[in-house]
């Protein structure tokens, strides 16, 4: 299938690498054997910009331009990835961004937070429950102030997951399998951690249009199982309504595993910081603690009980994070 994409503004160092983790598999493979694993490091599609949400930005900035846009409104949390790279993507463009964050703001910026504020992102935060209960009418609001300013903004949403955003995943997809096939293999199974439900929606749509039997699963990182395969299928029938195309939902396998939540968003318990330390001593390879870390602990737990023996390649997507690493220093104190 040739996928005839949208507009895009280049802003991501593509293709990514794909490595393979040998140490890692030597160390969880069982009796039976299990999977080579994989890691797409798009952890490295920019420096600054690290991440996934590059890869949807690019056409989500496409869109605004398009349209006429200046100013780029976004939420998130207050260590939000997606909003440091919008703030980057915007001072790159020459576009304003403002940032509605959820939590308080204390202390010295940190991670993410400080590179917002070197981006010139203008910033405003609000409690959790007001944020979580008023969210439209907070978009309405800065939408208002921009406009009554004589600029236009293009509003996006949580993680960049819309029928816009996916289109990074459905090429990233695409990029992917070539990848694996320069690499003389088909792979079996596609992990990411999920979050927004974008980069899983994508990479699921991408592999069905290339008629790819990968299965991609998305590892959530907060929410349910149920949340996810209604998100998943909700940014794929947005992207149908904004192409005009039909996707046969019933042949879309969309697969999530919550097992592995913990304690909550941005929330975790000490074997997931320990799979983090393990993963850069093994590997040489940084996660993050609230998503990419938290996956790859639950998907190491489950080549431990056998789920993929079956397997002979199994890709790990990097979705980035690192600068979130650094505000949960205090959470290694076995590294001491
Ligand atoms: C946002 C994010 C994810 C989750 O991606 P979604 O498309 O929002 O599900 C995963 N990893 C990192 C590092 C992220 O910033």
């Not at 293709?15 to 952890?43: A, C, F, M, N």
């Not at 398009?66 to 990835?81: E, F, K, P, R, V």
């Not at 879309?252 to 968003?265: E, F, S």
Request: charged content about 20%; overall charge negative; aromatic content about 10%.
């Amino acid at each position: 299938m040739n996928l005839s994409l949208p507009p895009r503004i280049p802003l991501a160092r593509l293709p990514t690498p794909l490595q393979p983790l040998d140490r890692i598999t030597e160390k969880y493979s069982t009796p039976h054997g299990g999977p080579r694993l994989w890691v797409k490091r798009d952890d490295l599609t920019e420096t600054a910009m690290s991440g996934n949400k590059l890869r949807k930005l690019e056409f989500v900035a496409g869109a605004a331009r398009a349209q006429g846009c200046d100013t780029l409104i976004t939420c998130g949390g207050i260590q939000s990835n997606h909003c440091r790279t919008t703030a980057l993507v915007g001072a790159r463009l020459g576009m304003r961004v403002q940032l509605i964050l959820r939590g308080e703001e204390k202390g010295i910026p940190d991670g993410n937070l400080l590179v917002d504020r070197l981006a010139g992102a203008s910033t405003a935060f609000y409690p959790a429950r007001q944020y979580f209960e008023t969210l439209p009418e907070l978009f309405a609001h800065w939408c208002d102030f921009y406009a009554g300013r004589g600029h236009k903004a293009f509003c996006i949403p949580t993680g960049a997951s819309d029928g816009w955003g996916i289109w990074g995943y459905i090429a990233a997809a695409e990029e992917l399998l070539a990848d694996c096939r320069a690499q003389g293999f088909e792979p079996e199974h596609i992990i990411c951690a999920t979050g927004s439900g974008g980069t899983q929606a994508g990479l699921t749509l991408g592999c069905h249009l290339l008629g790819a039997n990968a299965r991609v699963t998305g590892y959530a990182v907060c929410d349910s199982a149920d949340y996810f395969q209604h998100k998943v299928l909700e940014d794929i029938r947005h992207w149908e309504t904004l192409n005009s195309q039909s996707v046969d939902e019933t042949s879309l396998d969309v697969r999530v595993n919550a097992d592995y939540i913990g304690p909550g968003y941005a929330e975790a318990e000490e074997p997931v910081y320990r799979a983090i330390a393990e993963a850069a001593s093994l590997e040489g390879l940084l996660l993050d603690p609230v998503y990419t870390g938290k996956a790859f602990y639950g998907l190491l737990q489950e080549l431990r009980k056998g789920s993929y023996r079956d397997c002979e390649n199994l890709v790990f997507v990097h979705t980035g994070g690192q600068f979130g690493l650094f505000p949960h220093r205090e959470m290694f104190p076995f590294l001491l």
